[in-house]
């Protein structure tokens, strides 16, 4: 079982592919992932079907939960409940986020 994992080449290869993001664990109690949006880039999330949280590691912008936009920065943390729907928006820096699931990434 893999116990380590580089979040920094993970942020390096999103930013050379398609996808904004990249999940790393993936069980069926826990998943963990990078997120990464350029200024602009459209967040194109859909409601989930575990609970979740984001924590920043850089970036600005806004997080919408359920139609209401909450100011993100470094360092903080956003719990959004399953099946709400939310984006990241707004940024005019690079956005990176670590989130985790309290289940499978589905």
Do not use: C, W
């Not at 209401?68 to 707004?90: L, P, Q, T, W």
Request: hydrophobic share 35%.
């Amino acid at each position: 079982m893999k116990i380590e994992f580089d979040t920094k080449e993970y942020i390096k290869n999103i930013a050379k592919g398609k996808s904004h993001f990249h999940t790393f664990i993936n069980k069926d109690s826990l998943a963990a992932g990078i997120i990464r949006l350029e200024p602009g880039e459209e967040d194109t999330q859909a409601p989930h079907e575990s609970d979740e949280i984001y924590y920043i590691i850089q970036g600005d912008g806004f997080l919408n939960v359920g139609g209401k936009d909450y100011v993100i920065s470094e360092g903080m943390s956003y719990f959004v409940a399953k099946d709400i729907k939310h984006r990241f928006h707004g940024n005019k820096e690079e956005l990176v986020a670590l989130y985790f699931f309290g289940g499978p990434d589905s």
